[in-house]
């Protein structure tokens, strides 16, 4: 398989020229999942090493 520059940046400009900006709605609404995510996964990491530095199990 040879890499061809000319298709690359033809593929390049037609996925561009397909894409379409997203409103605001939509982007303020993947911005509250993401950082829901980033919270929810931040609050099962801080309870873990919470629990397991109170409790020691095994020392």
């Known amino acids: 398989m040879k890499f061809n520059a000319r298709r690359t940046i033809l593929n390049l400009k037609n996925t561009v020229k397909l894409t379409k900006k997203s409103d605001k709605d939509v982007y303020i609404q993947h911005l509250r999942l993401v950082l829901?995510?980033?919270a929810a996964v931040g609050t099962l990491g801080f309870g873990i090493q919470f629990i397991f530095?109170?409790?020691?199990?095994?020392r």
């Open 36 to 38: 829901f995510g980033i």
């Open 53 to 58: 530095s109170v409790f020691t199990f095994g």
